[in-house]
């Protein structure tokens, strides 16, 4: 998820916002878009397969001005990215998969068998 943000998507991670001071909302990373004309600010939560993730968790980040990206297997779709939310579905995570899978680090390639 956070390679396909950073490739497709434009964006970087934060480097000092991976397991950030312990809150109560856990998330993946933070990370900024490279666009210097209209710079987001962005938040990342990924879940299991059957893990649902209640977007309503993340009103605090969107209420800051951050995009918040969603992935939970495609499960849960209550907010819309008009809100600040984006669901990432599972198969834009496959069609990025193959399409960069050349570039992608072997701790990611190496998973290739659960899409099949």
Do not use: H
């Not at 397991?19 to 878009?33: D, G, L, Q, R």
């Amino acid at each position: 998820m956070i390679s396909f943000l950073q490739i497709k998507l434009n964006y970087y991670v934060l480097s000092n916002s991976i397991a950030k001071n312990s809150t109560s909302i856990k998330v993946e990373c933070e990370m900024i878009s490279r666009d210097r004309n209209n710079p987001k600010k962005a938040v990342v939560q990924v879940k299991a397969k059957d893990g649902k993730i209640n977007a309503e968790e993340y009103e605090p980040f969107v209420s800051k001005g951050y995009l918040v990206y969603l992935y939970d297997g495609g499960i849960d779709k209550n907010k819309d990215a008009s809100q600040g939310y984006i669901y990432i579905s599972k198969n834009m995570i496959e069609d990025f998969y193959y399409e960069y899978k050349d570039i992608l680090p072997e701790s990611i390639t190496k998973w290739e068998k659960l899409f099949k």
